[in-house]
């Protein structure tokens, strides 16, 4: 059964349960809330079980560049077509908290079911003057460093797409030896043309480990 | 008790089993499959399996467990959405609970045409034992999450019968022969047939059946009876224990045994005395790393002082239970 088939059931189920009154039939409905919760988690145990059957990538950015960007790196990963599987590969964000309090908890769950990390780090913050060797004189936002970190301790395969200009310390110390594509803010294509190779390459890689 | 561990006298044909219906024409129409698996290091003396699970489907069945609300039809909705997925219920008990509000399906399964991109397929599941069906679980949830108890309620399970998919293995192994025979239950029990008592009494040489026990355990969850034939004076001694009932005491019997060189083979143990006592069964054999007792009296008398010697023991009883 394939698991766009699960996604349809939740759906339905969830469909079935927002309509029904609290307290219809019965007091079958009762526990609204909790039934609509375990929906929640059901699809998130499906999604990190599927992760190669069902590839999702993580895009993690941050500030005004990041999401100017993301536009554009959002649809070219959705139209990759999957490897040896009959669809293209699926795109999950750390947005849409819909009312959540705890942030952490929130990206921590959309990253765990994801395969593949891709972190996209734009020139956030001057830093006043403070320069790497290549001359890099800013750093990223903050968002893209934890979500990475949270990524790695969830065993997600992590490529960054890193723009000129970021200082070193915030990536080439921790993150340098992890794959990477860099580009100028007035020409962003081919490194995003790079990084959706690095996402075949990655995930040809997970199949590979898991046969 | 999902577990029963007995001896019984080779001459006592009828086996008890645990999955009987208790209502007689029910069954006379189940069947209880004998198999037998020859253990050529035994000298012949071979085990037996007494299962209403046909060993056709022994690599891939599982235990659902659903517990939905009393609601008519569910039943049949479960069952169809099984069928649909190409999973064939085997066998299947359900019965009302929490005073008619909900009701608990226990059904084994036979997962052989089932397959998905999580749960994998057969071919996969029959070389894994650690396989799981995650996915169906998932797909079950979802479909009566109207019609199960509230969360965190758990309302399904799956378990894989890790024990037939082992029996299977063994079957795999050149020397191991399962000639499937179709069992009669009466009155609870199976006769355990008269060629089979003579194979076995051929086996153990001249001192006939009566030099026969067989060691049964009954196991009613995976509905499965083991039968496991010795010889009586083959250095296996069953004794009966008594000790008081505090943590730690079963451990230091057990360890106690362990390190005299006493092998446990089967075991049970349950409270007595208002919960004063913990009553202790052992079937041990002497594999005589510290004591070299062959006979029952030598056996007593060393594990009595193997006993003697553990401070951490208040008191003791100890009783044997004479085979012959």
Sequence with gaps: MPSESFASRIKVARKHIEELDEGAEGGRI?????????????????????????PYVFLSFAGN???????????AIRRLRVPGGSGTF??????????????????????????????IMTKEHPLDGVKDDEGGTFAPGAWVLLEAGIARGLGLEIIFLVENGI???????????????????????????????LVLEHYRELRARSA | MTLQVRIQDVNEMHIEIPWSTGVEHLDSQADSWLYRIPHPEDHGLAEYIITPISQLTWQDVWVITIVTVESPGILGRVAKFLGDLGI?????????????????????????????GVDRDHEYRRSHPEAALNHLKRVLAVEFILDVAPPPFPSVSIERCLTFWSLHQECLQAHAVYPGRRLSVRCGKVEFPESEIRRLVAAAGAAGRNSLKILVNADQSASLVRLFPFRINSGRVSLSLSVANRPGAIAAVTSALGEGGFNI??????????????????????????FSSVTDVEVVQDVSSLLTSLSSLESFELAVDNHS
């Design chain 1, 30 to 54: 009762s526990h609204k809330d909790r039934r609509l919760d375990l929906l929640d988690q059901l699809l998130r145990e499906e999604q990190r079980e599927n992760r190669l059957v069902e």
């Design chain 2, 265 to 290: 083979l089967a075991s049970k143990a349950w409270t007595s005395g208002d919960s004063e006592r913990t009553s202790l069964w052992l079937l041990l054999q002497n594999l005589g790393s510290r």
């Design chain 1, 65 to 75: 560049e990041g999401e100017n960007l993301i536009q554009d790196v959002l649809p």
């Design chain 2, 88 to 116: 064939n219920i085997v066998a299947m008990n359900g019965c009302t609970i929490e005073q008619w509000r909900y009701h608990s399906i226990r059904l084994i399964v036979d997962c052989a045409c089932y397959g998905s």
């Design chain 1, 90 to 119: 699926k795109v999950e964000t750390g947005m849409a908290i819909r009312g959540r309090t705890n942030v952490l908890d929130h990206v921590t769950e959309r990253i765990a079911p994801c395969c593949i990390f891709v972190g």
């Design chain 1, 167 to 197: 200082h070193g310390s915030f990536w080439k110390n921790a993150f340098g030896h992890i794959r990477q594509a860099k580009f100028d803010r007035s020409n962003y294509k081919p490194g995003l043309d790079f990084v959706c190779e």
